[in-house]
Each structure stands twice: as C-alpha cells, then as structure tokens.
C-alpha cells in the first residue's frame, strides 16, 4: 500500500473508532500541511496537545539527542531527567510528590487508586458532562453516557452532580466518598467556565467530609489558560493533580501530583513505560519552553476572543469555546477548506485550542476565517 492508499487503508484495516477527513503529514510550530501539501493554521494542536506548537526546535533536539543516549530503562532503575521533571513539576503546580503515566486516562485511573489508598473509601464524585478518559477506571468517573453505558457496570461507582451546581455536591459529598474529580474548565462540554465560587465549595465540601479534591489539568493544564493550571487562577490547592495532553508537546506522557502526605508506597502502583526516558526529556523541555512564553499566553487569548466577541466566547488563555449549535460540523469544515483547523467538542461547542506558540499574525488570520465560516453557514 502506498501513501496515498490512506482512506482506503483506513478503511479496510483499521477499526472505525473515529470519524476524518484529513491526513497532517508535517507540522512546525502553528501550522501543519495535509497530505495534499495544503497548509493550515492548527486551532486544535492534537486536542491541546501540541503545546509547544509541532516539532518545536527545543523539544525536538531534546528528543533526539535523549533518543541516541537511551531509549528506555524500565522503572527497575533511575531514570535519567525523572525526578528533575517530578521536581519542576511540584514546583509549578504547588504540589508535592509526582507520579508518571502514559496518558491522561491512566493518570486518573492512578488518582482513583491513590483516593481509595488514603481513605479506605470506594465511591466517587464527579459532574455532568464531564470527561476523564476512557480506560474502565475512568470511564466510570466520565459522565457522558453514550460513551459510559455500553460497559456498565463501571467500577468504580461514582455519583454525577450538575457541574456549577454548589447545593447539590454538598448533599453528593458525605464520609463514605474517597474523592471529587473535577476540571476546573470543562474541555470536552465544549469549554465550560463554572462560577467563581463553584471550585472553593468542593474544596470546602471535601475538607467537611475528609475526601480528596482531584482537579482534572488534563486539557487545562501546563500554561493552556495562562497559568500552569486553571485551577490557580482560584488560588485553591487541590489534594491531586492530573496531567497529560501539554505536557511532553505530543510524545505521549501522564502524571500525577499529590500534596504532602499523599504518595503510592511500594509496590502499590507502576508502569513499564511511564516516566521513561524519551518522555521526561520531551516534558522537560516543553517546561522550559513554556517558561518563556506563559507570560504571552493571556494577551494571545484576549487577542484571539476580542476578534471573534460577536459569537460570545467563553475563553481563559488560549482555550476558548463558542456556542455554535447543529452547524458546527459545516463550521469545522469551511475552515479547513480556508485553512484553519478547529474542532467540534460536545453539544455544537467549538473548540479553539490551538498551540501556546501561536503568533498575532497567525491569530488575526484564524480568527478572521473562523468569522467568516460562522457567518457563511448562518446565511
Ligand atoms: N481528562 C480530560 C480533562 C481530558 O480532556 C482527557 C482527554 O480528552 C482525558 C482526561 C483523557 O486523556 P487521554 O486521552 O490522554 O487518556
């Protein structure tokens, strides 16, 4: 078979979990070309992923060169670039003690084990329309049911309450939950901002009742809404951070970060590939690439909502959502026929995510064809 062979490729030997039109074959930083050569302006960066942008220089040649030393170790040994990630991690998010995985599903999965560990207790909360991955573990903290029920009964047993709705998690809450999952903005509901005080309530519910907060930073995380995490634009401290997407600029990493106190002992939790080498040389320098360009990452998404303000964006950083309704699919795609990719999360919400290296001129471009598109399709 060759190259251009995909879709019927696809097609034949691949199973239909997703719905695409495209192949990216290349991308550097903000832009990415098809298979066809076409270039666009990447507003979805691998569902905020691509934090870095593609194939940033700095993140690159740290791969490559930790590629020529060692490829991996196994956790039998000390990993070399491990525990300086652990540490500038802990450090930037306020936390204490780290602990790697291999996606953003497997990193809740080991927040749920760590919750029942500290408390000796089984159940969960989380919210509607919430999202935290797909493995079984949490699967059963993600509330939306298309994706849930096929594989009922999920383990383990989690009550869903109205994300926002402060009354109703405090009833939810009571000394027989190990923990409150949580993404202090919904990713995919489409990027949903709840109210100021909705996240020092389940901070406090918790505290009442001895469970554990675990805030989700699996989309908002590591600088997408203009601070390390969104959760720190409450000044609320959370007793467990996930990670993933944004954290190593693609190359496939998770962690989680635990407060004092709070820590797998051995033997209690583990992973042959988490934490390798590859993937803490990629993470270490997307941080360090981040570093220098968070300070521009609020002013971007001003600049990026400001230019799109007549569809009422809710934003935060660069992360944005705009309430567009059944048209959001013809949306998506007049914009990859002008050359800017953008995505459709839940409920017709279009989502912009796009790399945090994203410059004015790229930004005034995207905004200008995502205008364009909304107003063509309403005609
Ligand atoms: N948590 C949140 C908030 C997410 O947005 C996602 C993925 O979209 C996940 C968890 C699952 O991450 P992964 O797909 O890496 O397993």
């Known amino acids: 078979m060759n190259d251009m062979d995909y879709r019927a490729g696809d097609a034949r030997y691949y199973m239909p979990a997703f719905s695409?039109?495209?192949?990216?074959?290349?991308?550097?930083?903000?832009?990415?070309?098809?298979?066809?050569?076409k270039e666009y302006i990447d507003c979805v960066a691998g569902i905020a992923v691509c934090s870095t942008g593609h194939c940033h220089p700095e993140v690159t040649r740290a791969i490559c060169e930790q590629a020529g030393k060692l490829i991996h170790c196994s956790n039998l040994y000390y990993v070399p670039g491990q525990a300086d990630l652990a540490r500038k991690l802990v450090e930037v998010c306020g936390m204490y003690k780290a602990f790697f995985a291999n996606s953003g599903a497997e990193a809740n999965d080991g927040a749920i084990k760590l919750a029942r560990l500290a408390t000796g207790r089984k159940k969960f909360v989380a919210f509607t329309h919430g999202f935290h991955g797909r493995?079984?573990?949490?699967?059963?903290?993600?509330h939306k049911p298309a994706i849930r029920e096929p594989f009922l009964p999920l383990e383990?047993?989690?009550t869903f309450v109205e994300y926002g709705d402060l009354e109703s998690l405090k009833k939810a809450v009571d000394k027989t939950v190990a923990g409150v999952f949580v993404e202090p903005i919904q990713g995919e509901a489409g990027v949903i901002i709840p109210p100021d005080d909705f996240i020092s309530g389940i901070r406090e519910a918790c505290d009442r009742h001895g469970a554990l907060m675990i805030a989700d930073e699996v989309?908002?995380?590591?600088?997408?809404?203009g601070k390390w995490l969104a959760i720190q634009h409450t000044g609320v401290l959370p007793d467990i951070v996930t990670l993933a997407k944004g954290i190593a600029s693609g190359f496939p990493m998770g962690a989680l970060l635990a407060r004092e106190g709070l820590e797998f002992r051995k033997g209690e939790h583990g992973s042959t590939f988490a934490g390798g080498p590859l993937a803490c040389a990629a993470a270490r320098s997307t941080i360090r690439v981040i570093?220098?360009?968070?300070?521009?990452?609020?002013?971007?998404?001003?600049?990026?909502?400001?230019?799109?303000?007549?569809?009422?964006?809710?934003?935060?950083?660069?992360?944005?959502?705009?309430?567009v309704g059944d048209t959001c699919p013809a949306v998506q795609k007049k914009c990859a026929e002008d050359g800017v990719l953008v995505n459709c999360a839940a409920d017709g919400n279009l989502r912009l995510v796009p790399p945090l290296v994203i410059t004015n001129d790229e930004i005034d471009l995207?905004?200008?064809?995502?205008?364009?598109?909304?107003?063509?399709?309403?005609?």
Do not use: Y
């Open 156 to 158: 383990p047993s989690c």
């Open 135 to 142: 493995t079984l573990g949490s699967l059963s903290v993600t």
């Open 366 to 379: 995207a905004a200008s064809v995502i205008n364009a598109a909304m107003a063509g399709i309403r005609r």
């Open 219 to 225: 989309q908002t995380g590591m600088g997408r809404t």
């Open 20 to 37: 695409r039109e495209i192949m990216i074959e290349r991308g550097l930083l903000s832009k990415v070309w098809d298979a066809e050569g």
């Open 291 to 323: 570093e220098k360009i968070l300070p521009d990452v609020p002013k971007k998404g001003k600049r990026f909502s400001d230019q799109l303000s007549a569809h009422n964006p809710r934003a935060k950083g660069l992360m944005m959502g705009i309430t």
